[in-house]
């Protein structure tokens, strides 16, 4: 079956990096956009990055020019390397896997998505 495992998470200090990874099986990876999103407590899942089939890459405001999402075919891994972390980056990051080439604000819709991780904790203290 399909599996998504994200890990890389952990407890830093603002101004930190983080690398999430994002390991996929069950699925012909190079067939999938690959998306991230966090959720923070009491919040709605937000949009941060996403990768095409092809390398286009899409970021959230608030990822830009701080976070860079990359893929390894082979090794059916996505990652989202983040820099200058701040507190309000806080949040449960997520994996996801999309089989549908998409444009515009369509990226961003969590419920586009057709497989999903489990989530990896960040957290970043002030």
């Known amino acids: 079956q399909v599996q998504l495992v994200e890990s890389g998470g952990g407890l830093v200090q603002a101004g930190d990096s983080l690398r999430l990874s994002c390991a996929a099986s069950?699925?012909?990876?190079?067939?999938?956009?690959m998306g991230w999103f966090r959720q923070a407590p009491g919040k709605e899942r937000e949009f941060v990055a996403r990768?095409?089939?092809?390398?286009?890459?899409t970021y959230a405001d608030s990822a830009k020019g701080r976070f860079t999402i990359s893929r390894d075919a082979s090794k059916n891994t996505v990652y989202l390397q983040m820099n200058s972390l701040k507190p309000e980056d806080t949040a449960v990051y997520y994996c996801?896997?999309?089989?549908?080439?998409?444009?515009?604000?369509?990226?961003?819709?969590?419920?586009?998505?057709?497989?999903w991780g489990q989530g990896t904790q960040v957290t970043v203290s002030s």
């Open positions: 996801a896997a999309d089989k549908t080439a998409r444009a515009g604000s369509s990226k961003w819709i969590p419920s586009y998505y057709d497989y």
């Open positions: 990768i095409s089939r092809s390398g286009t890459t």
């Open positions: 069950g699925v012909t990876f190079s067939n999938y956009a």
